[in-house]
């Protein structure tokens, strides 16, 4: 895949806040269409598609931060004030709930309405309701699909392929060496593959504190094994959050630690990427926004060697089969306080049409329904053919304008088993108490049920299946 280089792309120091300056004899722009993001790829080559946009009296500006809280709080802080510091902002799905439920979003059905082209046709069904729709099921939407993600998988080909290797697994575990497929085939190749002794740990997965980094990755385990983070109907947490299933799976993500490097437990995306770069890890779960870089040797000296696909589910204590992990990746909302929507609305015209969006997808995860289910896209590189099957596996947090809290509740008492802290049970009995309180708070009422289930997915939404149904590796 075509690596994106940095010294061609506007840098983050120099979007900062700076906007963008007349060059000599040129005359400055009328309209700045300001957008909060993310630093990174992702917005620096939206930057370079709107170069080309064909109104030159219109210019798109970053406002760009480091990911994590600042991000979420840059946005929210502008809202909270009504302010028009900026037009547009690509924030996280399930931030929807908190901007659209306080009023500051501007409608997407009324863009709708208003463009002879943008249209919800354009877009996967799945990918408008999770990164746009307020409240669940309501067909009222607040953002459009524009740098889809997904929690994926990457191995070690050279490690998985060798004859060696595959002997000594089967003799010690009874079955074949292949990617897995469940976690709990996973959890046996990760302890087959750590040895210290020569720099090589078995599994690498995010677990740090900061913002969502430990609950994106537990909660694939968690609603792998049949597990919820409450029931949207009851708005019970307790029973649900600490439910026997549940606690099998934050318990199986907590285990897998034991397989990686030392000081995994406070890793983020970047900790893992260094890991896997270097040659430390066998296996890794990661998202798919930096398979570019992984898969580019420039960066990845194993990149030749690195393989992709998607995570493994589990095999939950009711012998039910289920594969789920965390949605990522943004939508496009709007400002609803900014005096810029008619220029803000043809820009989106142009900047989704299939031809910008086939470039910024060369890089990136595009929400265009035409691109991602084209075949000149997945068969850019190895792993897009992946991506393309994720979605139907994904999940997501709470659709709450509580969501930011909620999280941090979370955060910290997952964080408390992975430090040891707390036992798994422990802390999500924590969590699910204090959860709970932030809803009862917020003036939800809390409907108890008579019976709460030993595996909530069969309860909330049923996706077991009898049988494990495989999916293919690079």
């Known amino acids: 895949m075509k690596r994106i280089r940095r010294a061609h792309l506007v840098t983050t120091a120099a979007v900062l806040g700076a906007g963008w300056l007349a060059l000599p004899g040129t005359a400055l ?54 302010g028009q510091g900026f037009d547009f ?4 799905s399930q931030s929807t709930a908190e901007f659209a439920g306080g009023g500051h979003a501007y409608s997407v059905n009324e863009i709708f309405d208003r463009s002879d082209y943008l249209s919800p046709d354009l877009f996967a069904p799945a990918a408008l309701a999770q990164y746009g729709e307020y409240p669940d099921g309501s067909g009222k939407y607040w953002g459009l699909p524009v740098n889809m993600d997904a929690y994926g998988f990457m191995y070690r080909k050279d490690l998985f392929e060798n004859p060696d290797e595959q002997a000594a697994f089967k003799a010690r575990f009874g079955y074949d060496l292949a990617p897995p497929q469940t976690y709990q085939q996973a959890r046996d190749m990760a302890e087959f593959f750590t040895r210290p002794d020569q720099g090589l740990y078995g599994w690498g997965q995010m677990g740090g504190r900061d913002y969502d980094f430990a609950t994106t990755a537990s909660n694939s385990f968690m ?46 995306w970047d900790e893992v990427n260094a890991a896997f770069q270097q040659g430390s890890l066998a296996m890794a779960m990661q998202w798919y926004y930096f398979n570019g870089s992984n898969a580019d040797p420039a960066v990845n000296p194993k990149a030749e060697v690195t393989g992709f696909g998607n995570l493994p589910g ?18 496009m909302g709007v400002n609803g306080y900014s005096q810029k929507i008619d220029a803000l ?12 969006q086939a470039r910024y997808a060369a890089v990136c995860q595009t929400g265009l329904k035409a691109v991602l289910d084209s075949p000149e896209w ?18 997501d947090y709470w659709h709450l304008p509580e969501y930011a809290i909620l999280l941090d509740e979370l955060q910290e008492e997952v964080s408390n088993a992975i430090s040891g802290k707390k036992t798994v049970a422990q802390a999500l009995a924590d969590a699910a108490a204090r959860n709970e309180r932030t ?34 590796f690079d």
């Open 89 to 92: 902002a690509m924030w996280d």
């Open 314 to 331: 589990a095999v939950g204590r009711d012998g039910k089969f289920r594969r789920q992990f965390s949605v990522g990746g943004q939508g």
């Open 378 to 395: 997945q068969q850019l590189n190895s792993y897009n053919r992946h991506f393309a099957r994720a979605f139907q596996y994904t999940n």
């Open 223 to 268: 609603w792998s094994f049949g597990g919820e983070l409450y029931n949207p109907q009851t708005f019970e947490v307790k029973g649900y959050l600490d439910s026997p299933a549940s606690i099998d799976g934050v318990k199986a993500y907590v285990d897998m630690f034991k397989f990686g490097p030392p000081g995994s437990g406070n890793w983020g």
């Open 29 to 82: 722009a009328q309209t700045e269409l300001v957008f909060v993001w993310h630093a990174g790829t992702c917005a620096d080559i939206l930057v370079e598609i709107s170069r080309d946009y064909p109104d030159q009296n219109v210019r798109i500006v970053p406002a760009l931060v480091p990911y994590g809280p600042e991000w979420h709080n840059k946005i929210a802080s502008e809202f909270a004030i009504k």
């Open 345 to 356: 609305i043809k820009f989106m015209e142009w900047y989704f049409q299939p031809a910008q």
């Open 439 to 472: 809803l009862e708070m917020a003036g939800y009422t809390i409907t108890r049920s008579a019976t709460l289930p030993e595996v909530p997915d069969q309860l909330i939404t049923p996706v077991g299946t009898d049988a494990v149904v495989a999916l293919p």
